[in-house]
């Protein structure tokens, strides 16, 4: 039961099915699992809400990239296939290599199906709820990501009607947005790129800046993260770092892959003419209010990628790498003693405010019990308590990579063969020797 790679479904109903394996989600790592799954002769479903690479073709903005170089794009049996691997991929050339993914091996996969619910049933398998009816499967894998609910603040509902609020996955492009300047909150990835995005096309922007740390691009005549893969950092298990689970709710280095990749300094923006405000409080009719931590949090994002270069000093030495010399960091913009902590959205001509302040998982859908108090789903690198229940593509589910086009292969491989332990057992021929290979690691 396969389907082409442009996220055709196939025929038929699902009411009444029982599989072996269904993957929940057709992203990088939904795909990932079915490589493998199918590599080992496992039966199983992909159910795709929309189809493959939808949230790349619709939740980025238009001059979005990678911020890894393209060589770390390494999906099982399917490493990055053009011409540029220390280049970072553009929007549509992302969604375009999981296209080509999906139809070198030709996954079953369901696109257009929502699942709207699981959970055990009484014979020690799962109940599938979808918009296509409900099946039966004897293991599940939640590949859906954890980034699902866009996180807006309760104090943004005072805002007037006649700004336009948008989060980061609906902005596009500046010409989306009414005239006047724009209000973007948060300076994470996202925040970080749609107020240097908005910059270049001539915008006035106001940006609050958070706690999110910043990386350099290149250093010492190689990209960081070139020096960061060599000396194993993206394959770390989590156990074995410093903050252990801790790590998993850390906000990402900011840094760009535009125009083949360069530093986002949030002080240069400001001699450029953004206006650059302390993290956001609150909002009492059309008045931001901002903390007076500014200055504190681009001494820390600075802190952060100055410790970086620190490591990769050590290593350099400690190995002999050859590496040109190169001088460090020194601030081009100090914020001034009497630098606002308020902004009224109304005298300013605010136009838009644009919220990137992260987002939420939404695992409401599923009713098996997984989850710590916090509605984080407990696991051991993808494998949770409920015997036949996994995640895959979590930030952090088992190295800094395991989200990342990087790690997720290593990731679903492990799962795999997890799963290939439990129905090995009931499986015989060709589909079993494929089991018993890839569970013996070979």
């Known amino acids: 039961m396969g389907t082409s790679g442009n996220g055709g479904a196939p025929g038929g109903d699902l009411d009444g099915q029982h599989r072996g394996v269904v993957i929940v989600g057709g992203g990088q790592a939904?795909?990932?699992?079915?490589?493998?799954?199918?590599?080992?002769?496992?039966?199983?479903?992909?159910?795709?809400r929309s189809g493959v690479a939808h949230e790349w073709r619709t939740a980025r903005w238009d001059s979005f990239c990678l911020v890894t170089p393209n060589w770390q794009c390494q999906l099982p049996g399917f490493p990055y296939p053009g011409d540029d691997p220390d280049g970072f991929m553009v929007r549509d050339q992302i969604v375009e290599y999981l296209e080509q993914y999906a139809a070198s091996f030709d996954p079953p996969l369901y696109a257009g199906v929502e699942v709207t619910g699981v959970r055990p049933d009484d014979g020690g398998s799962f109940e599938v709820s979808t918009s296509r009816g409900t099946l039966h499967a004897d293991e599940v894998?939640?590949?859906?990501?954890?980034?699902?609910l866009p996180v807006i603040p309760r104090s943004a509902e005072q805002l007037s009607g006649r700004i336009a609020q948008l989060p980061s996955s609906v902005y596009r492009n500046a010409d989306q947005l009414p005239p006047g300047p724009v209000v973007v909150v948060g300076s994470g990835q996202s925040g970080a790129q749609i107020a240097e995005d908005l910059l270049l096309a001539g915008r006035e922007v106001h940006l609050a800046v958070g706690?999110?740390?910043?990386?350099?691009?290149?250093?010492?005549?190689?990209?960081?993260?070139?020096?960061?893969?060599?000396?194993?950092?993206?394959?770390?298990?989590?156990?074995?770092?410093?903050?252990?689970?801790?790590?998993?709710?850390?906000?990402?280095?900011?840094?760009t892959g535009r125009d083949g990749g360069r530093d986002i300094d949030l002080r240069s923006f400001a001699t450029r003419g953004m206006r650059l405000y302390g993290r956001l409080l609150g909002i009492?009719?059309?008045?931001?209010?901002?903390?007076?931590?500014?200055?504190?949090?681009?001494?820390?994002a600075d802190a952060v990628s100055e410790s970086i270069k620190d490591t990769i000093d050590g290593y350099i030495t400690r190995t002999g790498a050859e590496a040109p010399t190169e001088p460090r960091y020194t601030p081009v913009w100090e914020p001034p003693a009497d630098a606002p902590h308020e902004l009224d959205l109304d005298a300013a001509g605010i136009g838009a405010v644009i919220w990137c302040i992260g987002y939420r998982a939404d695992y409401r859908w599923i009713n098996v019990p997984v989850f710590n108090g916090q509605g984080y789903p407990t696991h051991r690198r993808g494998v949770t308590s409920q015997p036949g229940f996994y995640f895959l593509g979590l930030p952090w589910l088992h190295t800094w990579g395991s989200g990342r086009f990087s790690g997720v292969a290593a990731d679903a491989e492990h799962l795999a063969r997890v799963i290939a332990l439990r129905a090995g057992a009931d499986l015989a021929g060709a589909g079993a020797r494929g089991l018993n290979a890839l569970a013996l690691g070979s």
């Open 30 to 48: 939904g795909l990932s699992m079915s490589w493998h799954l199918r590599r080992a002769g496992i039966d199983h479903v992909v159910l795709e």
């Open 141 to 148: 894998v939640v590949a859906t990501g954890g980034y699902h």
């Open 211 to 255: 706690s999110a740390p910043r990386v350099a691009r290149f250093y010492r005549g190689r990209d960081v993260v070139t020096w960061l893969e060599e000396m194993g950092y993206y394959r770390m298990p989590v156990t074995d770092h410093p903050l252990r689970e801790g790590v998993r709710g850390n906000t990402n280095h900011y840094v």
């Open 284 to 300: 009492t009719g059309d008045q931001m209010h901002f903390d007076d931590d500014l200055a504190r949090n681009l001494d820390q």
